[in-house]
């Protein structure tokens, strides 16, 4: 059997990574003129790095668990 992996996981971690530097591009940005703003595209960066790390590990998992069988 031919393993696979998640090509739309992988893919969801890179826009998820995307979304991060834009997110703390932004921060850097703001963090003089609009701390709070700078705040929160830090805590939502910090959301996506999460969810990206969810779905490599989702296909890392799967893909393993297909090689074992």
């Known amino acids: 059997m031919t393993q696979q992996i998640n090509v739309d996981q992988l ?3 890179k826009a998820n990574v995307t979304l991060t530097q ?3 591009n932004q921060a ?3 963090s003089a003129s609009d701390p709070t703003l700078a705040q ?3 805590k939502q960066a910090a ?3 999460a ?3 969810t779905a ?3 296909a890392q998992s799967a893909f ?5 069988e």
Do not use: G
């Open 22 to 24: 834009n997110l703390l």
């Open 40 to 42: 929160e595209a830090i």
């Open 51 to 53: 969810q990206a790390q």
């Open 64 to 68: 393993m668990a297909q090689k074992s």
């Open 47 to 49: 959301n996506e790095i």
């Open 11 to 13: 893919n969801q971690a």
């Open 28 to 30: 850097i940005e703001k």
């Open 56 to 58: 490599v590990s989702q």
